[in-house]
């Protein structure tokens, strides 16, 4: 699934380039033949005043007068031949020109950024006098060449809604399987479990006194506390004030008991010790218990974990640091991706439960804030703050 959404979106964006690419090519193809019309009307609008001026012929006059009339697009400002205006222009607004002494000569600077070369008309020779038209661009030139930039950005915006919709369908795809498969989990444990319950009180009766009967019972219930966990993530699980430092030592004191002599575990809660927020405390727990484990598993039975704990503006910052073998970089950010273990054995299902637990459940985060080779590995959980339930 993942591979077929990588390659829609592959797919959008290759159109989109294909059809940007060929809008500003063909709009730059159409705005070069308008430019050089364009050029083509002012040489005839010059023309035209000439023989305005010049005509003794009544149907030359008339010709030359419709001519120029019909020139009401393109902007055309005279100027004599030292490029000093002269006062005649054309198709600008008259209200701005008798309202700022400087705005012909800052339509005549503007006129000369577009590579536009003038039409110069020869008075004289000697002296030499001479008239230049200079002239920008018609209202239509100036839409056709914004085109493409309206075209990319009605682009942008749909290559950007269709992946949003992708990424949505996805992402809901990839919530109903994993809920599917944490409730068939959940159901197939659920049996052999009330089973086990069964038979564990049988045993009760018939062997209390034996040293065994408890560590069974503890066994049972640890299946339970995971049958609860699957359960929980395939469906919407009930937060409850907690203190998180709380469950941070209760996690601590029960993984200290289940390792060697050589792993030593640091917590100060003293930074978070009262303070409180909503959380799922089975859930919770189980990703304090999947962080230590891999930290454990970095270790490889020598080493020290540290949790350290803070407040930061409306948020608690829980870092979890191992002093084992680190994470090479380009592995980094494939550590939450399921399926992906660097353990002989495992399913690689541990962070990317951990993350869907503290980012979709919790509102919160879940990283690798930084790992080094040889030096070891920090993962953060960022949780919002909640008022305590006393105040």
């Given at each position: 699934m993942?591979?077929?959404?990588?390659n829609?979106?592959v797919?959008?964006?290759?159109?989109?380039?294909?059809?940007?690419?060929?809008?500003?090519?063909y709009?730059?193809?159409v705005?070069?033949k308008?430019?050089?019309?364009?050029?083509?009307?002012?040489?005839?609008?010059?023309?035209?005043?000439r023989?305005?001026?010049?005509?003794?012929?009544?149907?030359?006059?008339?010709?030359?007068?419709?001519?120029?009339?019909?020139?009401n697009?393109?902007?055309?400002?005279?100027?004599?031949?030292?490029?000093?205006i002269?006062?005649?222009?054309?198709?600008?607004?008259?209200?701005?020109?008798?309202?700022?002494?400087?705005?012909?000569?800052?339509?005549?600077?503007?006129?000369?950024?577009?590579?536009?070369?003038?039409?110069t008309?020869?008075?004289?020779?000697?002296?030499?006098?001479?008239?230049?038209?200079?002239?920008?661009?018609?209202?239509?030139?100036?839409?056709?060449?914004?085109?493409?930039?309206?075209?990319?950005?009605?682009?942008?915006?749909?290559?950007?809604?269709?992946i949003?919709?992708?990424?949505?369908?996805y992402?809901?795809?990839?919530?109903?399987?994993?809920?599917?498969?944490?409730?068939?989990?959940a159901?197939?444990?659920?049996?052999?479990?009330?089973?086990?319950?069964?038979w564990?009180?049988?045993?009760?009766?018939?062997?209390?006194?034996?040293?065994?009967?408890?560590?069974i019972a503890?066994?049972?219930?640890?299946?339970?506390?995971?049958?609860?966990r699957?359960?929980?993530?395939?469906?919407?699980?009930?937060?409850?004030?907690k203190?998180p430092?709380?469950?941070?030592?209760?996690?601590?004191?029960?993984?200290?008991?289940?390792?060697?002599?050589q792993v030593r575990?640091v917590?100060?809660?003293?930074?978070?010790?009262?303070?409180?927020?909503?959380?799922?405390?089975?859930?919770?727990?189980?990703?304090?218990?999947?962080?230590?484990?891999n930290?454990?598993?970095a270790?490889?039975?020598?080493?020290t974990?540290?949790?350290?704990?803070?407040?930061?503006?409306?948020?608690?910052?829980i870092?979890?640091?191992?002093?084992?073998?680190?994470?090479?970089?380009?592995?980094l950010?494939?550590?939450?991706r399921?399926?992906?273990?660097?353990?002989?054995?495992?399913w690689?299902?541990?962070?990317?439960?951990?993350?869907?637990?503290?980012?979709?459940?919790?509102?919160g985060?879940?990283f690798?804030?930084?790992?080094?080779?040889?030096?070891?590995?920090?993962?953060?959980?960022?949780?919002?703050?909640?008022?305590?339930?006393a105040?």
């Amino acid at each position: 699934m993942l591979s077929q959404f990588l390659n829609w979106r592959v797919i959008l964006v290759g159109i989109a380039i294909i059809l940007v690419s060929g809008t500003i090519f063909y709009s730059q193809y159409v705005a070069g033949k308008i430019a050089r019309e364009e050029r083509k009307n002012v040489e005839a609008w010059v023309e035209a005043q000439r023989t305005i001026v010049n005509s003794s012929d009544s149907a030359s006059f008339n010709l030359a007068t419709k001519i120029s009339s019909e020139n009401n697009q393109i902007p055309i400002i005279e100027t004599n031949e030292q490029d000093n205006i002269t006062g005649n222009y054309l198709n600008l607004d008259t209200a701005k020109v008798k309202a700022d002494p400087s705005y012909l000569r800052n339509k005549l600077a503007e006129f000369k950024r577009y590579n536009n070369k003038p039409i110069t008309v020869i008075l004289k020779e000697k002296p030499y006098t001479a008239n230049r038209y200079y002239y920008g661009e018609s209202e239509l030139l100036k839409e056709v060449r914004l085109y493409p930039i309206v075209q990319l950005i009605i682009v942008a915006l749909f290559i950007t809604i269709a992946i949003t919709a992708l990424q949505t369908s996805y992402r809901s795809a990839q919530n109903q399987l994993w809920a599917s498969m944490a409730k068939e989990t959940a159901h197939q444990l659920g049996t052999p479990v009330s089973s086990l319950q069964g038979w564990l009180e049988i045993l009760k009766e018939q062997e209390g006194n034996n040293a065994i009967v408890p560590e069974i019972a503890k066994d049972v219930n640890r299946l339970l506390l995971i049958t609860d966990r699957f359960g929980k993530i395939g469906s919407e699980p009930k937060l409850e004030w907690k203190k998180p430092a709380d469950q941070i030592h209760y996690m601590v004191d029960y993984m200290k008991k289940r390792t060697g002599g050589q792993v030593r575990f640091v917590f100060d809660d003293s930074p978070i010790k009262d303070v409180f927020t909503l959380l799922s405390p089975p859930l919770f727990d189980w990703v304090l218990e999947n962080l230590i484990k891999n930290a454990l598993d970095a270790l490889e039975g020598n080493g020290t974990i540290t949790i350290t704990a803070g407040i930061h503006e409306n948020f608690m910052l829980i870092d979890t640091t191992d002093t084992g073998k680190g994470i090479a970089k380009n592995h980094l950010k494939d550590v939450f991706r399921p399926g992906f273990t660097t353990k002989k054995r495992g399913w690689g299902l541990g962070l990317s439960l951990s993350k869907r637990i503290i980012e979709q459940y919790h509102k919160g985060k879940l990283f690798a804030k930084w790992s080094e080779p040889g030096k070891g590995t920090t993962f953060r959980i960022i949780l919002p703050l909640h008022p305590s339930p006393a105040g």
